[in-house]
T-cell receptor, first 114, second 113 residues
Framework: RKEVEQDPGPFNVPEGATVAFNCTYS??????FFWYRQDCRKEPKLLMS?????NEDGRFTAQLNRASQYISLLIRDSKLSDSATYLC???????????????WGAGTKLIIKP | DGGITQSPKYLFRKEGQNVTLSCEQN?????MYWYRQDPGQGLRLIYY???????QKGDIAEGYSVSREKKESFPLTVTSAQKNPTAFYLC????????????FGPGTRLTVL
């Protein structure tokens, strides 16, 4: 089992719809969770950090479910510009090392259609 | 503007040659990272450095080498020992311990001919 897993998609969604996708992780000791957006042939860009209480930024809502070990990303009123690949990242504490590595999912491709 | 720069954007190399990818940041971040991304796969960690003059192997360090002589710079050398070097290479940095958000440079796309 991979440490971090995502449905690769693509998710084909009409403009204006709501879409949600999940990211599961295997290390119950993980403490930090992130969603990144990656456009084609570009670098990933931080979209949101995911907090225990959940957090919202405009049309985007991120949730953490520790019991089931997954994080989710909800996009409301989707725009054409939301088309991208969404990567999740989860920290993995390295033994004898106080700094955390991030482990990455392979990404979920989202296509918003007019 | 603060940020991370990588050069070159595209790089072509003949088999058997070593090549060095540049990564510079002016964010005053302590930690720096090198990743490799292949189509349909997540980012895989090659090397990381938490502090100047110190670095650790990631999951796929074989065939790569790094140095961290300055806080701002973390160059990656892809050696001829790397069996399949064609990939998209991404450099990232973070503030360091306790701050896990990583920020990326624009990447270098390496093609071995």
């Amino acid at each position: 089992r991979k440490e971090v897993e995502q449905d690769p998609g693509p998710f084909n969604v009409p403009e204006g719809a709501t879409v949600a996708f999940n990211c599961t992780y295997s290390n119950s000791a993980s403490q930090s969770f992130f969603w990144y957006r990656q456009d084609c042939r570009k670098e990933p860009k931080l979209l949101m950090s995911v907090y225990s209480s959940g957090n919202e930024d405009g049309r985007f809502t991120a949730q953490l479910n520790r019991a089931s070990q997954y994080i989710s990303l909800l996009i409301r009123d989707s725009k054409l510009s939301d088309s991208a690949t969404y990567l999740c990242a989860v920290n993995r504490q390295v033994l004898m090392d106080s700094n955390y590595q991030l482990i990455w999912g392979a990404g979920t491709k989202l296509i918003i259609k007019p | 503007d603060g940020g991370i720069t990588q050069s070159p954007k595209y790089l072509f190399r003949k088999e058997g040659q070593n090549v060095t990818l540049s990564c510079e940041q002016n964010l005053n971040h302590d930690a720096m990272y090198w990743y490799r991304q292949d189509p349909g796969q997540g980012l895989r960690l090659i090397y990381y450095s938490q502090i100047v003059n110190d670095f650790q192997k990631g999951d796929i360090a074989e065939g790569y080498s790094v140095s961290r002589e300055k806080k701002e710079s973390f160059p990656l050398t892809v050696t001829s020992a790397q069996k399949n070097p064609t990939a998209f290479y991404l450099c990232a940095s973070s503030r360091g311990e306790g701050y896990n958000e990583q920020f990326f440079g624009p990447g270098t796309r390496l093609t071995v001919l």
